[in-house]
């Protein structure tokens, strides 16, 4: 059984984009805002309802697009802005939006216009994204990192673009593939 109703999931969009301080996280606004979507066939049909404009619930709805890791820490408001989780949306690739999203979490300033300079000019050296990632890590999220040859990168890279994934995605399910065959021979 869903946790929405269509009244709850109103209620829920209502009171938090009719005041400056919301009373929920911004996973909770964006997954009432998707389940009324659901409801209502479309996200214009939702600003309608809510009196909202389709572009704010388009951006309510991006954190809902971005990885676990990161969407935990606007669950828990440690980061709890719309123009944050925007701008990690446009970032597109996921090990760059969580080493961002750990800088930002764990950066001095709040100010959202630090922050937006910080994802726009988050070029990172694979160096600086691997130490920023394991020392700010989010519970519960487990990163390794592979140290690969010129050659063996080039054939991973390729066979992902053959399958048209993400290379990451792809080394996931490689590893995936060799621990379920390493525990079934010890069986």
Request: hydrophobic letters at 40%; a positive charge; zero cysteines.
């Amino acid at each position: 059984m869903s946790r929405w109703n269509e009244e709850k999931a109103l209620a829920t969009v209502l009171s938090n984009t009719r005041r400056k301080k919301r009373p929920d996280d911004l996973v909770t606004i964006a997954e009432a805002m998707k389940y009324l979507e659901g409801l209502y066939g479309s996200q214009k049909a939702v600003a309608r309802k809510a009196d909202l404009s389709a572009e704010m619930i388009r951006q309510f709805l991006t954190v809902l697009e971005l990885p676990r890791s990161v969407r935990a820490l606007f669950k828990n408001r440690q980061i709890d802005s719309v123009d944050i989780a925007k701008e990690l949306a446009a970032l597109g690739d996921k090990m760059k939006q969580e080493s961002t999203v750990n800088t930002i979490a764990n950066s001095k300033s709040k100010d959202v216009r630090d922050i937006k300079r910080l994802i726009k000019t988050g070029n990172y050296t694979a160096k600086d994204a691997k130490r920023t990632v394991s020392e700010a890590k989010p519970k519960g999220l487990n990163i390794f990192l592979l140290d690969l040859d010129d050659d063996t990168l080039k054939k991973l890279e390729k066979e992902a673009r053959t399958r048209k994934i993400k290379p990451a995605d792809l080394v996931r399910e490689i590893v995936i593939k060799w621990i379920k065959k390493k525990t079934a021979t010890k069986n």
